[in-house]
């Protein structure tokens, strides 16, 4: 672990952070990896807990496009310990391994389904800071509509806080995995 952060013990939380803590335990059986930094700031960590939980699981689109744009976000901001996550999460929700590694890699992966890659494009093209063009927005709103492309909006966003809280504080790979990002 990082020497920005001491290593975690939720027994050192405050009892404001403690309570976030249980409740984030007892409603998921977990808490998730950029908590243990997030806590810090009880209630910061208690109103993005329920906004997470929803982009994650909550959303109207299908698991493998939040998977893809999950991976968009960690591949821009080299975040490796979300990248160790949510690489093999994207390839349990159905994404091609060979689209993963060209994520990983930098290429353009080639996709087989439309959907996924307007996601890709989407999410890429935000990343860039370059927003997206009228066709590819038509293409979003045909493939997902308005509501889909909020949700994916949103976790562009969340996961750009994801990846800057992981990146800032040196958090290494997931279970000591070697750096996955070039």
């Not at 999460?89 to 307007?118: H, L, Y």
């Not at 494009?121 to 590819?136: I, S, Y």
């Not at 927005?137 to 969340?158: Q, S, T, Y």
Request: aromatic share 10%.
């Amino acid at each position: 672990m990082s020497t920005r952060f001491p290593p975690f013990d939720p027994d050192d939380l405050t009892a404001d952070a403690r309570a976030v803590y249980d409740r984030i335990l007892a409603e998921r059986g977990y808490v998730p990896g950029p908590y243990q930094f997030w806590l810090a700031s009880p209630g910061f960590s208690d109103r993005i807990e329920p906004v997470e939980e929803f982009l994650r699981h909550g959303v109207s689109l299908d698991e493998c496009l939040v998977e893809i744009a999950v991976l968009v976000v960690a591949k821009h901001w080299r975040a490796q310990y979300v990248w160790t996550s949510h690489g093999p999460a994207a390839e349990k929700a159905g994404v091609a391994p060979a689209v993963v590694e060209a994520i990983r890699a930098g290429d353009t992966p080639r996709f087989e389904n439309d959907d996924e890659e307007i996601c890709y494009r989407f999410c890429a093209d935000m990343m860039a800071g370059q927003g997206v063009d009228d066709g590819l927005w038509e293409d979003a709103r045909a493939a997902f509509g308005e509501v889909g492309i909020n949700e994916l909006l949103g976790l562009l966003g969340l996961y750009t806080s994801v990846c800057h809280t992981m990146v800032a504080y040196r958090m290494p790979t997931k279970n000591g995995e070697p750096d996955p990002l070039p």
